[in-house]
């Protein structure tokens, strides 16, 4: 999924944090409600401006964002 069709940031709106294109519904406020167990179904209830697919590109993004900023570990060597 290209999750930047859904995934804006504005300096002008709640600081430059990542969030929901159209909305004020930050990243890390999904984020952090489905770590906390808050399903999909739950979110689009208390988020009605959201879309699945908006949390599908909320998760994309994060998946991207961690594999840029986790190192790579090594694969031992099987000789």
């Known amino acids: 999924m290209d999750y930047r069709q ?3 940031r504005d300096p002008k709106v709640c600081g430059g944090e990542p969030l929901v294109k159209g909305t004020r519904v930050t990243v ?3 984020l952090a409600s489905l770590a906390e167990g808050d399903s ?3 979110l689009l209830q ?3 401006t959201l879309k699945e697919e908006d949390i ?3 998760v994309a993004f994060a998946a991207a964002s ?3 900023d986790l190192p790579l570990q090594s694969v031992p060597d099987v000789a």
């Open 40 to 42: 999909v179904q739950e």
């Open 66 to 68: 961690a594999e840029e």
């Open 46 to 48: 208390a988020f009605p």
């Open 56 to 58: 599908r590109a909320i």
């Open 28 to 30: 890390r406020t999904i």
């Open 6 to 8: 859904y995934i804006v």
